[in-house]
């Protein structure tokens, strides 16, 4: 079974540019988390789609991001213009949790950001 | 604010020695507990699931939930050095993982 993939690995982009993220989650796992890993911080939720809907964005910084996950398959994340503070490792984690089960999540190698 | 603490560490042991690693959390909602290894420019791996009170055991792992406590452990018996790495204890209410900074384990040969 394959994991969870994630492109670019890398992207180095200058202030008010656009960078698009994407992920691959296991197949057949319905939901898919993004996280973000800035510089001496710990792991930090941003959002969560259940297929294709937004089941929780509670943790998205502000509204230059932007999630879809259109036909519940991969998504994507655009940071759009990106800021120096959005540097950082963006994760993407799938889990195949059904409603009262364990939500083991499997995390994607990251994508390093690095706004300049 | 939900929150996660876990000594920054190194924890340093010798080879074949029991590695133990704690957390606390905040929130007693929490139902489900993790603990991710994550070597160096890597990705979290998951590597122990516990959801209700007491120990967990699979390999050389075992977890440990105290939910009155608020405290979740693992214990790595006989370690390698390849289980050098930082430890991540993460924790969940429905679905989102709340994530500590981790703790550094060093294990010398």
């Known amino acids: 079974e394959a994991g969870v993939t994630q492109f670019p690995s890398h992207s180095v982009i200058e202030k008010g540019q656009t960078v698009t993220l994407r992920c691959d989650p296991i197949?057949?796992?319905?939901?898919l988390y993004w996280y973000r890993r800035v510089m001496g911080k710990e792991i930090k939720f941003l959002l969560h789609f259940v297929k294709e809907s937004k089941q929780d964005e509670s943790g998205m910084p502000n509204n230059r991001f932007l999630a879809e996950r259109t036909g519940g398959t991969y998504s994507t994340l655009k940071v759009q213009p990106a800021e120096l503070e959005d540097s950082g490792v963006y994760f993407c984690?799938?889990?195949?949790?059904?409603?009262?089960?364990?939500?083991?999540?499997?995390f994607g190698p990251g994508t390093r950001l690095t706004v300049t | 604010q939900k929150e996660v603490e876990q000594n920054s560490g190194p924890l340093s042991v010798p080879e074949g020695a029991i590695a133990s690693l704690n957390c606390t959390y905040s929130d007693r909602g929490s139902q489900s507990f993790f603990w991710y290894r994550q070597y160096s420019g890597k990705s979290p791996e998951l590597i122990m699931s516990?959801?209700?009170?007491g120990d967990k055991e699979d390999g050389r792992f075992t977890a440990q939930l105290n939910k009155a406590s608020q405290y979740v452990s693992l214990l790595i018996r006989d370690s390698q050095p390849s289980d050098s790495a930082t430890y991540l204890c993460?924790?969940?209410?429905?679905?989102?993982?709340?994530f500590g900074k981790g703790t550094m384990l060093l294990v010398s040969p």
């Open positions: 984690a799938s889990s195949r949790r059904r409603r009262g089960e364990g939500g083991e999540q499997y």
């Open positions: 197949s057949g796992h319905d939901n």
């Open positions: 516990i959801y209700s009170n």
């Open positions: 993460a924790v969940s209410g429905y679905s989102t993982l709340t």
